[in-house]
């Protein structure tokens, strides 16, 4: 009779632990819902329609796709915008996982810590204000890098305003302001790295570069898949950056996809295909992150 009241009893209370635990996270889910489900939700919706900011919609079935998938400017823009994420994320993060070791080995460095911060400062500036100080920088006959390359007879370049340089242009240009946040994450996961493994190395044999291959980077394995998979989806929807510099010019030849989404919904009031192709990215940012989760990730143990 007592074990049964005891199974009652826990039961009871195990059920109201339950509840209490979906009662903590439900403002959360609540919060999930509004923010997100709901928004993705409602542009699938509104990509199956013409629509206006006047409120009017019409129901118009797959439409909206056939038109942006047979539009060659959306082929450009999603072209130009892989080939941004390409020049971008492998540099990036290769200089920041560089620039953290180098951090994190030159412990008696001076002044290390205030060296770090400036390197983080690109990350909190301004995107705006970035784009214009390099614009400057790219500036054909009065940019400080065309100076800098008449000072040492090389010839100047034309760069944003070039059909091929643009995109490495803007590429050197988000390099710049990312590298920073990547290190900062990297330098976090080399903290966590005890230094036994690196002393049974040493004793073993191994040189900085063994050590660097076959410890660092396997047991950095968590931050690489974090940063690039943050890295990607930050340069998939890359805007601000372009849209400062170049607004998509020279000839397209620097459209990117969320600025191809800007220019339909408010230039030219195609408002469902704008949300169209809003709905493309994101399923393609969505089946590149999850891909990069399943085959980046490596379990390591020592």
């Known amino acids: 009779m007592t074990t049964l009241v005891n199974v009652v009893v826990g039961k009871t209370i195990r059920d109201r632990q339950i509840r209490t635990a ?3 996270i ?4 609540l919060y999930f819902l509004v923010t997100f489900t709901y928004p993705t ?14 409120g009017e919609t019409q129901f118009v079935g797959l439409d909206q796709y056939v038109k942006v998938l047979t539009d060659d400017v959306f082929w450009k823009s999603m072209r130009n915008t892989g080939v941004l994420t390409l020049l971008s994320v ?20 001076p002044l290390r810590n205030v060296l770090r911060s400036i390197y983080f400062l690109p990350v909190i500036t301004s995107s705006v204000a970035v784009a214009f100080v390099w614009s400057w920088i790219y500036q ?22 070039s059909l091929q340089q643009v995109l490495p242009s803007l590429a050197a240009m988000n390099i710049w302001m990312r590298m920073g946040f990547d290190m900062i994450i990297f330098w976090a996961g080399l903290q966590g790295i005890p230094s036994v493994y690196y002393d049974a190395a040493k004793v073993d044999g191994a040189g900085p570069v063994e050590q660097f291959w076959y410890i660092t980077l396997p047991l950095l394995n968590p931050q690489i898949v974090l940063v690039a998979i943050i890295e990607i989806i930050n340069s998939l929807k890359l805007f601000d950056l372009v849209y400062i510099a170049t607004n998509g010019g020279p000839a397209n030849s620097s459209r990117v996809a969320v600025l191809h989404i800007y220019d339909l919904a408010f230039s030219w009031n195609k408002m469902g295909e704008a949300t169209a192709v809003a709905v493309i990215l994101f399923a393609v940012i969505l089946v590149v ?3 990069q989760w399943k085959f980046l990730s490596r379990k390591t143990e020592y």
Not at 41 to 54: C, G, I, P, Y
Not at 101 to 109: G, I, N
Not at 140 to 161: C, T, W
């Open 22 to 24: 979906y009662l903590f």
């Open 26 to 29: 439900l403002p959360t889910i």
């Open 41 to 54: 939700l409602r542009a699938v919706w509104l990509s199956l329609t013409e629509w206006s900011v006047a």
């Open 90 to 109: 492998p540099a990036t993060m290769v200089l920041a996982i560089l620039a953290a070791v180098l951090f994190h080995s030159a412990s008696r460095l």
């Open 140 to 161: 054909p006959d009065i940019g400080l890098l065309n100076a800098l390359l008449k000072a040492v007879g090389l010839p100047g370049q034309r760069y944003l305003s």
């Open 289 to 291: 992150t999850v891909a």
